[in-house]
């Protein structure tokens, strides 16, 4: 479980786009699978693509070993910028970042079923952001779709692999500028 006390903002350079976004996740989610539930996702500046990512953590030293331990790696596609402390007292909007779910071809009830045909035209129809990813289990390529929805209460948080919350371990982060 984590709080999102600070926070460190990855810009994407020197174009950003989706294919520079999802590498960078893709670096990111090793690292958040190494330290599970350390590292919280955010998209500041939804729902435009990806110019840059947040990233929460609890602590600054959690931030530190977030940046060396992806440093070589993301170094040509963008940089972190210093650590930010969320203020104590803020008072302003949350948001929940959480995978929208699209079921799998395998997942469908019927074998005529358009259950994920549906999912995937209600995010497309939405503008959902998306990131484009490769399985490295199955070679498969699949959409991540982010949805921020406004929250009430901030908490103590359990992000997934992704840093995104879930249906069933839903979380806010502060909608910091």
Known sequence: MMEPCHYADFQLSPRPSPITAALALRVLHGVFGLY???YALALPDYPRSFPRLRVFATSREALDLL??????????????AYPKVVPEDFDGPWVSYRRYRIPSRKAERKPEGNLRLRRIQTADAAELPYFALRSQSNGQSWRLYVEAQPASAPGLA?????GLATASRPFALPRLP
């Open 36 to 38: 599970p539930g350390l």
């Open 67 to 80: 940046v060396t331990t992806t440093e070589p790696p993301l170094n040509e596609i963008g940089r972190f």
């Open 158 to 162: 359990e992000p997934d692999i992704y």
